[in-house]
């Protein structure tokens, strides 16, 4: 999103240098003026595609496995034709040995956060009503109600990407306050409660590092 806005901020500036040369009354140097202009949007057009050449996916940190280092595939529903990484094959097909091992037709699964990719994986459909529960896209009053729901429910197994506070923290710097925030940060502290087992209902059985970034698949006891 920040390079989208970027980039549409550079295009506006572009759109006026262009004009501003169409202006210059000598030819030679309104030529001159035009190319210098097209170089340098060529330079950092080509400087943000290498970016996402080598990661696809960029959010608060954290980053898509190296594209260039995805040569693996897998048979598991969904993914056949898809090339990975070693590491998100191994990630996928855990979750989804744990998966038919732990979670019935009837459990439960809670995802949190940007990782909706695991409820393909285990077949399975949110039981809130925000699925996305960052405040700048979740009411609070949705997000309170699904806080409930989860403690008072206890879903079978939760997968917990835990972003951290500082990724939190900026957000709230980006796109609100501590007031715009209060549900949400709620539900992330009972998350990591969870994950800490200061609830007691829930247990960490695997650990799932992609690329850094911490994911944590929790049972319920």
């Known amino acids: 999103m920040s390079l989208g806005q970027g980039a549409l901020n550079f295009g506006f500036v572009v759109a006026l240098a262009l004009f501003a040369c169409r202006k210059i009354p000598k030819p030679s140097v309104n030529f001159v003026g035009k190319i210098a202009v097209i170089s340098l949007v060529c330079v950092l ?14 959010w ?24 990975m990484t070693s590491d998100e094959k ?5 979750f989804v040995s744990n998966v ?23 077949n399975k459909l949110p039981v809130v009503k925000a699925p996305v529960s960052w405040f700048d ?15 008072n429910n206890n879903p079978r197994m939760i997968v917990f990407a835990d972003h951290g506070e500082d990724v939190l923290a900026a957000h709230e710097k980006s796109f609100g306050t501590g007031e ?26 695997e650990t799932y590092n992609v690329d850094n970034y911490c ?3 929790l049972l319920c006891n």
């Not at 309170?144 to 403690?151: F, I, K, N, V």
């Not at 502290?189 to 960490?204: A, R, T, V």
């Open 45 to 58: 057009f080509s400087t943000s595609v290498a970016v996402k050449v080598e990661h696809p996916y960029y």
């Open 60 to 83: 608060w940190g954290m980053n898509e496995e190296s594209y260039p280092e995805a040569n693996c595939t897998t048979d598991l529903d969904y993914f056949n034709g898809i090339v």
């Open 90 to 94: 191994s990630v996928y097909e855990n």
């Open 100 to 122: 038919n091992c732990y979670l019935g037709e009837d459990d439960s699964l809670y995802c949190y956060s940007q990782v909706m990719v695991f409820y393909t994986l285990a």
């Open 137 to 151: 896209v979740s009411r609070n009053s949705t997000i309170l109600d699904d806080l409930e729901y989860l403690q």
């Open 180 to 205: 715009d925030s209060y549900a949400h940060r709620a539900l992330y502290e009972w998350l990591l409660d969870c994950k800490n087992g200061i609830c007691g209902n829930y247990s960490i059985i």
């Open 215 to 217: 994911i944590y698949l």
